[in-house]
C-alpha cells in the first residue's frame, strides 16, 4: 500500500527566507503526487500534482515541488515566504491512475511565517 | 473510534439511481468536510459542517447533491440520479474545533470509491 511521509508538524521560517516541506512517498512504481494546503478557515486546495511528465512541477503562488525518484521525495519549495502562506500544506499520492483512484495524505505541515 | 470512518468503502451503482455515503467522524469533532477526488481534477471541496450546520455550500456542484448532519457526529452525502461524471472517492475529514483565524488539522477518513456505470 502506498504511503505518504511528511518531515515536521510544524514548520516557521521568516518573510522573505525559503519554504522547503518534505514529503517522502512509499512506491516501487513512480505514482501520482500532489501537494495540497489549507488556509485558515477553508478546505484543501489543490497546490500543484506530479503525473509524470515534468519532474519539475510548478503550482499555485510560486510554490514548485520536484518528484526525485531515486530518493522517493516531492519536497514542496517557495524561494521567497510571503505572510499569506501561512496556513497547512498537505502531501498525497495516489493508489493508482483511474479517476477514481484513493489518494493517501500524508499527516500535514503546519506553516508559519515570521515578519 | 479510532479514527475517522466512511461506509461503505466501494459503490458501484448504475446511472440515474440515488446513493448516500456515510461518514462517522472521531468523536468530539465538532468540523466535518466532504471533498471528492478524481485523479484528472484533484482533491474538490464539497461541503463543510459546524455542528450540524453546514455554512459552507460552496463546493457542491449541483443540485443533485445534500448533504446533512445529525446529532453533531453523523454525516450522510446523497447523490441523486447519480451520472457517470459522479464516479469519484468521496473524502470525508473532521477536525475537533473551528478556530476562528487557525488552522485546523483535519483527519481524513479512507473514502468511498463511488462508481457509476
Known amino acids: 500500500a502506498q504511503s505518504v511521509t511528511q518531515l515536521g508538524s510544524h514548520v516557521s521560517v521568516s518573510e522573505g527566507a525559503l519554504v522547503l516541506l518534505r514529503c517522502n512517498y512509499s512506491?516501487?512504481?513512480?505514482?501520482?503526487l500532489f501537494w495540497y494546503v489549507q488556509y485558515p478557515n477553508q478546505g484543501l486546495q489543490l497546490l500543484l500534482k506530479?503525473?509524470?511528465?515534468?519532474?519539475l512541477v510548478k503550482g499555485i503562488n510560486g510554490f514548485e515541488a520536484e518528484f526525485k525518484k531515486s530518493e522517493t521525495s516531492f519536497h514542496l519549495t517557495k524561494p521567497s515566504a510571503h505572510m499569506s502562506d501561512a496556513a497547512e500544506y498537505f502531501c498525497?499520492?495516489?493508489?493508482?491512475?483511474?479517476?477514481?483512484?484513493?489518494?493517501?495524505f500524508g499527516s500535514g505541515t503546519r506553516l508559519s511565517i515570521r515578519p | 473510534g479510532a479514527g475517522v470512518s466512511q461506509s461503505p468503502s466501494n459503490k458501484v451503482t448504475e446511472k440515474g439511481k440515488d446513493v448516500e455515503l456515510r461518514c462517522d467522524p472521531i468523536?468530539?469533532?465538532?468540523?466535518l468536510y466532504w471533498y471528492r477526488q478524481s485523479l484528472g481534477q484533484g482533491l474538490e471541496f464539497l461541503i463543510y459542517?459546524?455542528?450540524?450546520?453546514?455554512?459552507?455550500k460552496s463546493g457542491l456542484p449541483s443540485d443533485r447533491f445534500s448533504a446533512e448532519r445529525t446529532g453533531g457526529s453523523v454525516s450522510t452525502l446523497t447523490i441523486q440520479r447519480t451520472q457517470q461524471e459522479d464516479s469519484a472517492v468521496y473524502l470525508c475529514?473532521?477536525?475537533?474545533?473551528?478556530?476562528?483565524?487557525?488552522?485546523?488539522?483535519?483527519?481524513f477518513g479512507p473514502g468511498t470509491r463511488l462508481t457509476v456505470l
Open positions: 512506491s516501487s512504481v513512480p505514482p501520482y
Open positions: 506530479y503525473t509524470s511528465a515534468a519532474t
Open positions: 459542517f459546524q455542528g450540524n450546520s453546514a455554512p459552507d
Open positions: 468523536s468530539g469533532h465538532t468540523a
Open positions: 475529514a473532521s477536525s475537533p474545533q473551528w478556530t476562528s483565524g487557525g488552522v485546523d488539522t483535519q483527519y
Open positions: 498525497a499520492v495516489s493508489e493508482g491512475y483511474s479517476s477514481a483512484s484513493k489518494i493517501i
